[in-house]
């Protein structure tokens, strides 16, 4: 049973930072993109970045954000810095079945997800 398991969400102020960390079990995904979406209350689910052989980012937090991942852990990170209050969401952990060639940026994309972790900005 494919499981992944976000962390390191919390309460952060403004221009702060957090690292999200998102382990999986069940099967490895190097070969298949993973990537970070989130959801603030009120508003539908977004992308926030995702890795494959590649990174992709939204606009909203290029230069902000940065994925990695660590084959051998089966994890995948998100380094969040400078936050900003309208980085408040839950954020989730999303991996895909099969490697679609291009890193998808579309909720509907991705097969497996986390239960999500809250990341919360003060101002």
């Known amino acids: 049973q494919v499981q992944l398991a976000e962390s390191g969400g919390g309460l952060v102020q403004a221009g702060g930072s957090l690292r999200l960390s998102c382990a999986a079990s069940?099967?490895?995904?190097?070969?298949?993109?993973m990537g970070w979406f989130r959801q603030a209350p009120g508003k539908e689910r977004e992308f926030v970045a995702a890795?494959?052989?590649?990174?992709r980012y939204a606009d909203s937090v290029k230069g902000r954000f940065t994925i990695s991942r660590d084959s051998a852990k089966n994890t995948v990170y998100l380094q969040m810095n400078s936050l900003k209050p309208e980085d408040t969401a839950v954020y989730y952990c999303?991996?895909?079945?099969?490697?679609?060639?291009?890193?998808?940026?579309?909720?509907?994309?991705?097969?497996?997800w986390g239960q999500g972790t809250q990341v919360t900005v003060s101002s």
């Open positions: 069940g099967r490895t995904f190097s070969r298949a993109a």
């Open positions: 890795i494959l052989w590649s990174t």
């Open positions: 999303a991996a895909q079945q099969v490697a679609s060639g291009l890193i998808p940026n579309t909720s509907r994309s991705y097969d497996y």
